[in-house]
């Protein structure tokens, strides 16, 4: 004689013990990987389980509402997954949904076996397994639901973060330039005899710190530029203007630091240059880096020289110093993301590279890039590819 599904129910209601408890060891086999002195993530999927084993058997003791079952199945497992476990498992980092999914297929294969050693028809073992299966999509869903809130939230927390990161950086940018500038004022008023003449001492200490400070404030325009390149908000401002120029007004402003150094610094520009069309503020700014970037570089007694010329639509600018070579590892990471500052004795400066990776983001907005080669006796070479628009003649 047939058992009914309510009897079916108490079936699995009176083997629920030695059914978990062969779940268990096949269980303890899958997931071996656990920390065996952490109970929770199989305690998480013990209760799991459960709540799908009790559905298996809610179903069966209501044999009327069988033929709707494939209705009643997702509103009914979704009403009866716990929250509370869904979100306890989301935040153990043991386990993944692989676990919790492997650890529902282990259920299934008990429940039938169980049901197979009964002789329970084959409706009722599909009827089963159909739960089961139902229970396991309608836990996916809140879990990956749950996972994609918990992302979303952390990345609105993230971006909230790094607003107010490039905030505090932007402010204390410009409440640090404003007395830098005061100071570099008053050391020029220095220099001029303004409060007295100076003697050869206090000229040679002077020096110092106004290349200090004209150091800081470097690095503090170069922040504020890393700011504006991560915000998105770095503009460009096209317009003729001679390159050649330019390239020479930036040598005559480094001449001086170079001349401290003793540093021969030469220049090799073409006599019939013509007017081309780019950001000449983003212009003058790479070829200083560059050029401050190699000075700095270069020891005492050593050589830098610069060269520039037109190749088709391309700016192509040469810079060449007397500086040991740069490590192969930092020749195949050039260029590079923006850095975090880092030392770098291999060319005897703290952070040498900041203004080189700048200086490639900067011809990056350009649509240009950045190639560097250590020269075979000593010294590195740079060359700078900048697109640009030659500028119509009248």
Not at 1 to 19: D, F, G
Not at 124 to 132: E, N
Request: with cysteine; net charge negative; aromatic share 6%.
């Amino acid at each position: 004689m047939e058992l009914n599904y309510t009897q079916y129910a108490q079936l699995l209601q009176e083997n629920r013990t030695a059914v978990f408890r062969r779940w268990s060891k096949k269980l303890l086999a899958r997931l071996w990987y656990l920390n065996k002195n952490n109970a929770a993530p199989k305690s998480m999927l013990r209760t799991i389980t459960e709540e799908a084993y009790q559905q298996v058997a809610a179903y069966l003791e209501n044999p009327e509402q069988h033929s709707q079952r494939l209705q009643t199945l997702s509103s009914a497992a979704q009403q009866n997954v716990s929250r509370t476990s869904l979100f306890s498992f989301h935040h153990d980092m043991e386990l993944s949904w692989s676990d919790i999914h492997g650890s529902l297929s282990l259920l299934e294969e008990e429940v039938r076996e169980l049901l197979v050693r009964n002789n329970a028809p084959q409706d009722v073992c599909d009827l089963c397994a159909g739960t089961i299966a139902c229970y396991t999509v309608q836990l996916g869903m809140k879990y990956f639901q749950m996972q994609a809130d918990e992302l979303a939230a952390q990345q609105q927390n993230a971006l909230q973060i790094h607003h107010l990161n490039s905030r505090f950086l932007t402010d204390a940018s410009h409440d640090l330039r404003t007395p830098l500038t005061a100071v570099l004022g008053f050391l020029e008023l220095l220099q001029e005899g303004t409060y007295g003449p100076l003697n050869s001492s206090q000229s040679t200490v002077i020096g110092h710190i106004e290349n200090s400070a004209h150091q800081l404030l470097e690095n503090l325009n170069n922040l504020l530029d890393v700011l504006r390149i991560k915000q998105g908000v770095f503009k460009l401002t096209s317009r003729p203007c001679s390159w050649s120029s330019t390239v020479h007004q930036i040598f005559s402003i480094v001449q001086p630091v170079a001349a401290r150094k003793n540093i021969a610094l030469t220049i090799c520009l073409p006599k019939d240059a013509s007017e081309i069309i780019v950001d000449e503020g983003l212009l003058r700014h790479i070829i200083h880096q560059m050029l401050t970037v190699t000075i700095r570089a270069t020891p005492e007694g050593g050589s830098v020289s610069i060269e520039a010329e037109m190749l088709a639509a391309e700016l192509c600018i040469t810079l060449k110093d007397s500086a040991i070579h740069l490590p192969d590892e930092l020749l195949h990471s050039l260029p590079g993301a923006l850095p975090v500052r880092a030392d770098h004795p291999a060319r005897g400066l703290e952070g040498w590279e900041t203004g080189i990776a700048l200086v490639q983001r900067y011809l990056q907005i350009l649509g240009g890039g950045i190639s560097t080669q250590n020269i075979s006796d000593e010294g590195v070479k740079f060359i700078l590819h900048i697109p640009v628009k030659q500028s119509r003649t009248p």
